[in-house]
């Protein structure tokens, strides 16, 4: 019974967390960090508050840092310009996955990002 109690309790912190649902994607995607380092990589998922990433390295959980991502739209390109903050960073079959919170997202990369979800 415990056994049980413990699963439902996991469960519940792991609904928690995710504030809003995620959407796969593969979306090639820059990370820039403080000290003006570019990382190529890419998004694997996306959600209204965050994304998750594949990085060559490994990332600092709470570090800020700025993410270029490059859409294509009816015949446009478009390079989204977010900030993020690394909430995690693991290694994940040779390379690294890192889950970033968006910060003080505007109103355009949010319409994006909604446009992009539905």
């Known amino acids: 019974m415990q056994a049980i109690t413990n699963l439902a309790d996991a469960r519940t912190r792991a609904e928690e967390r995710r504030i809003s649902p995620r959407k796969v994607v593969s979306l090639r995607a820059r990370v820039v ?3 003006q380092t570019t990382l190529a990589g890419h998004a694997v998922d996306l959600s209204r508050t965050g994304i998750g990433l594949a990085a060559p390295r490994m990332l600092q959980a709470g570090q800020e840092c ?5 859409l294509s739209a009816c015949g446009e390109e478009i390079e989204l310009k977010l900030a993020g903050r690394v909430c995690y960073c693991r290694e994940h079959s040779g390379e ?3 889950g970033l919170h968006f910060v003080g997202l505007d109103a355009y990369a949010a319409r994006l990002i909604d446009q992009l979800l539905s």
């Open 33 to 35: 960090l403080p000290d």
């Open 66 to 70: 700025r993410l270029l991502i490059d």
């Open 96 to 98: 690294f996955r890192a």
